[in-house]
């Protein structure tokens, strides 16, 4: 069982940057595809961003490419999120969540992942 804690939320003007890190417990963390979800008010939950287990391959959503950027520390048994130049529709409960074993990063969808953490608020006012 793996647990995720994710920390780094709050609240940021347009324009502003966030942090997000998620820390996983588990001597498994490196085997671990990772994937960072969001979830606006009255919206589905949809992937951002993902990073293989080795942190060579990452993927993410067409509309924060070059805005956002995930990385991990495997030596932490954390994975992070850098949100840059952030606009309003940002906005959203934030999730990490992790995948056994590789997988193409093409094939992460919610319900391709194995555990998720309980999510941290990001709200991006204009």
């Known amino acids: 069982q793996v647990q995720l804690v994710e920390s780094g939320g709050g609240l940021v003007q347009a324009g502003g940057s966030l942090r997000l890190s998620c820390v996983a417990s588990g001597r498994t963390f490196p085997s671990y595809t990772m994937a960072w979800f969001r979830q606006a008010p009255e919206k589905e939950r949809e992937f951002v961003a993902a990073?293989?287990?080795?942190?060579?391959?990452?993927r993410y959503l067409d509309s924060v490419k070059g805005r956002f950027a995930i990385s991990r520390d495997n030596a932490k048994n954390t994975v992070y999120l850098q949100m840059n130049s952030l606009k309003p529709e940002d906005t959203a409960v934030y999730y990490c969540?992790?995948?056994?074993?590789?997988?193409?990063?093409?094939?992460?969808?919610?319900?391709?992942?194995?555990?998720w953490g309980k999510g941290t608020l990001v709200t991006v006012s204009s």
């Open positions: 990073i293989s287990s080795s942190g060579g391959s990452t």
């Open positions: 969540a992790a995948g056994r074993g590789w997988r193409p990063l093409y094939t992460i969808v919610v319900t391709s992942m194995d555990y």
